[in-house]
């Protein structure tokens, strides 16, 4: 059994259950599935893009990813209906707790000035969706053979349709989710230097008193 999933049995539904007042334990809230998309826009243009990143994600997740075609055609960006552009993959079970186990523990560590992801992604009917942007995160990945940096979108699906209790689950499964007020790493927090005087500038006047 995955670690996480036998973590939740134990110790997350019985609290889960206490804390939201569920008697049933059927209506306590839990992981459904887990999508992990890829999306290769330059693969209209290069094929190789597409099974670079095919073979990626199969390598992440242990599961051969299905390939995902343009649903309607857009003339702006040369793309045309059924045509192939990126991939993804669908966990349950087994698989689905031992991929969030190695996000949890192993990828999102790794994720230059991390500070913990956005509490507020839910969709409103209880499922969250992150991004990534590169892939070598994942140690299964090799830097030295990656022929392009490829991001990823991860949507996680509980049964519950309410963001409060998917978000204590989240919590409760290891998500590092970002405390009321704290930035995200697309946020610099570094205060702004004073600007150079220009070279040659004259120097600023200053008021004396007389």
Do not use: W
């Not at 809230?29 to 073979?55: C, F, S, W, Y």
């Not at 997740?61 to 055609?73: C, E, F, R």
């Not at 009321?180 to 004396?208: C, D, V």
């Amino acid at each position: 059994m995955a670690r996480l999933l036998d973590h939740y049995h134990q110790t997350i539904a019985p609290a889960l259950g206490e804390k939201f007042q569920v008697t049933n334990k059927m209506a306590i809230p839990k992981l459904e599935k887990i999508v992990v998309n890829m999306g290769v826009g330059r693969a209209t243009q290069d094929k190789a893009l597409l099974q670079a990143a095919v073979e990626g994600l199969s390598k992440i997740t242990g599961q051969q990813p299905m390939i995902t075609k343009a649903k309607v055609s857009v003339s702006g960006f040369r793309l045309r209906e059924g045509n192939e552009i990126g991939c993804k993959v669908t966990l349950r079970g087994k698989r689905m707790y031992e991929f969030l186990d190695r996000l949890v523990s192993i990828a999102l560590p790794r994720i230059r000035d991390f500070r913990g992801i956005n509490p507020n992604s839910f969709d409103g009917n209880g499922n969250y969706t992150m991004g990534l942007a590169e892939q070598v995160v994942f140690p299964e990945i090799d830097p030295d053979k990656l022929q392009i940096s490829q991001g990823m979108d991860i949507t996680i699906v509980t049964s519950t349709r309410n963001d409060d209790q998917a978000r204590e689950l989240l919590r409760a499964f290891g998500l590092p989710f970002r405390q009321p007020g704290q930035k995200g790493p697309s946020q610099s927090t570094r205060k702004s230097k004073p600007k150079a005087a220009k070279a040659g500038a004259a120097p600023a006047k200053t008021k004396t008193k007389t």
